[in-house]
């Protein structure tokens, strides 16, 4: 099996970091993230290629994505695991938080995923990997928004996997729990369960998804639950 080609948005730390630790052992690799220096510092790491990219704007999305096609043709994998956390109780957020969540959990993932369906469509093959969270299969107290964001995610994968049938592209999605990682600092130890998986260990299960072949039939839709180290 020869190289292929992955992208990996958010992957500049925690799990996104890991998958992309991974893949690039025997892949290409281009990751996706929102801070520079975070970019610049994986990349050099890796030995990959990457770009600052805001999920959240359409324009750069497109742009990071057109990036990756000129560079390498095809698009073999897309791992999004871009997200912002959004905690406390819905009264006590401000608009401006609200509309950030949204943009970036929200809207973020439909960018994502139309620009690279429309890709791999054009090719003819393709695995999509959505990273979403335990939380929408089981409601916890003040996460209301966080919860409500990634449920979206799992909505449009759920529709867009049955959509593909049996193409050759596959849309899948994992539901991790906590984890030690930069958003699982944001979030607080309260949140954190007594048994919980290590990036790592989540990012092989990811892997493996994303390494599926377009022959591989019957496997899009598929959904990882409770990645936390309980699996």
Known sequence: MGAK?????GGTSGLGLEIARMLTVDHRVFVLGNVADEVAATTSELECAGTTCDVSSYDQV?????EVSRRYGAIDGLAHCASMWAGGAL??????ALHKAIDVNVLG?????????????EQGRGNVVYIGALAVEKPRPGIPVYRATKNFGKSLVESLAQAEG???IKVMQIHPGPMHTKLQERVGAEFLDEIY?????????VVRLLLLEPDDLYVSGQEVLRADGRW
């Open 166 to 168: 049996t193409s050759g």
């Open 5 to 9: 080609t992955f992208v990996v948005a």
């Open 197 to 205: 998986a290590e990036p790592e260990q989540v990012a092989r299960e």
């Open 109 to 121: 993932t439909a960018y994502l995923l139309r620009e690279t369906l429309i890709r791999m469509r």
């Open 91 to 96: 009264e006590e957020m401000s608009p401006e």
């Open 62 to 66: 497109a742009h990071a994505l057109d």
